[in-house]
């Protein structure tokens, strides 16, 4: 029997087209779709038998056809300040983390888009893990989906909501793997859907600059930059997609950044990296290279990982530097570190997975099913998070 299709991630009109080709009446599918919509993004049922208000015919229907399966949990860790780290996994070797960091006034949960990723930007983990694949819609919304279901989070059974805000800064260039980022998106900021507002969601790279434009036209959410060096010759050492996009033409898509105003700010993600770009020399042209840009900067005390090239800067070098940035304006510009001690922090992921040539990919999927053991998470082997 062919293997059922996912439900998760499919926009309204896919929706009904996969309906109608499960044989319901076209003229039922719109209003099926709004229905198994509520109840997968309102209710976050992960079993057509709870659809209780929906026929019993229709419920067997669906199950015959289709699942509402989400990434399955391969390990979740939780550090010492409350962040939560998921390793999941959607099939042999596809494996990918997704990190929920508490604070008082919200929860945002930091998503990958991709496994591995294509660039190398030195301080970071996942940049030494080759891209394996794109993520799909469905396993970019089944990150949020699985979060909601281990927080109790569903708005039909908790009331406030854990998950607030939604980061594009896990493991993945986003802007690498637009269309799929932009139909999850979609989907989560749909007030049908997940519902999160534009404004709570925020998408960063590396510095894709062709794409940031159209990112801002059709996704519309907030942007934060991988910034890290105000000089071409070291942001083209620590974040190499420099070389093809320099930072004058960073700069620029930035400044025509649709939808960026005072209200709606641009981030600009600093990483602290001793005797590296933390001089207060850089300071001062980092505040002189964002003028004129509706900016944010977060300075990101460097998160550590095994064989890392860099080490963090002094804690007084950070402050002699957040005072500078401070005097010009930008409020509270250090980010404090948050779940370090279980790798996920900033900087801090990576998945064990491999790309493999499709023939040992196969033969795998028919011999074992897992690629991870949890003695390999535990011992801090993987980690996690980039921009
Ligand atoms: S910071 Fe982002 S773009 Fe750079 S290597 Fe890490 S995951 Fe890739």
Redesign the pocket.
Same mark, same amino acid.
């Given at each position: 029997m062919a293997e059922k299709r996912s439900l998760i991630g499919l926009d309204a009109a896919a929706m009904a087209a996969a309906l109608i080709a499960a044989g319901l009446p076209e003229k039922s599918a719109k209003m099926r779709v709004r229905q198994l919509w509520n109840w997968i993004y309102v209710h976050g049922a992960r079993d057509f038998a709870v659809m209780t208000n929906l026929a019993k015919d229709f419920r067997t229907q669906m199950a015959e056809h289709f699942t509402l399966a989400r990434p399955e949990i391969v390990t979740e860790q939780i550090s010492s300040d409350g962040t939560r780290k998921w390793l999941l996994r959607t099939g042999p070797g596809i494996e990918f983390e997704t990190v929920y960091i508490p604070e008082a006034e919200r929860g945002t949960l930091c998503v990958s888009s991709?496994v #591995? !990723? &294509?660039? &190398? !930007?030195r301080? !970071?983990?996942? #940049? &030494?893990q080759k891209l394996v694949r794109n993520l799909t819609p469905a396993e970019i919304v089944g990150q949020l989906l699985v979060a909601r279901d281990a927080l109790n989070d569903w708005p039909s059974t908790a009331p406030g909501r854990k998950v607030t805000n939604v980061v594009m $800064? #896990? $493991? #993945?260039?986003p802007l690498?793997n637009f269309d799929n980022v932009k139909a999850a998106l979609k989907i989560v900021t749909d007030g049908d859907g997940l519902a999160l507002s534009k404004r709570r969601v925020t998408l =960063? &790279?590396?510095g894709v600059v062709p794409m940031i434009e159209k990112a801002g036209k059709e996704i519309g959410s907030g942007l934060a930059i =991988?910034l890290h060096a105000v000089r071409d010759e070291l942001r083209d050492e620590i974040?190499p997609?420099n070389k093809k996009y320099p930072l004058k033409e960073l700069l620029d898509a930035c400044r025509a950044y649709p939808g960026a105003s005072n209200s709606r700010r641009i981030t600009f993600e600093y990483v602290m990296l001793m005797g590296v770009n933390d001089s207060l020399a850089d300071a001062r042209a980092l505040v002189k290279l964002l003028a004129g840009i509706p900016a944010k900067i977060n300075l990101i005390p460097f998160n550590p990982w095994p064989g890392a090239p860099y080490e963090c800067s002094e804690w007084s070098q950070i402050e002699k530097f957040a005072e500078i940035v401070n005097k010009a304006g930008y409020a509270s510009p250090v980010r404090t570190p948050r779940g370090r001690d279980i790798m996920a922090a900033c900087?801090q992921?990576k998945s064990q997975s491999v790309k493999e040539r499709a023939s040992t990919r196969l033969a795998a999927e028919k011999l074992a099913p897992t690629s991870t053991s949890m003695n390999e998470v535990q011992s801090g082997q993987l980690a996690r $998070?980039?921009?």
């Open positions: 991709q #591995g !990723c &294509t660039l &190398t !930007c301080f !970071c983990h996942t #940049g &030494t $800064m #896990g $493991m #993945g260039e690498y =960063s &790279t590396a =991988s974040v997609i900087g992921l $998070m980039p921009h």
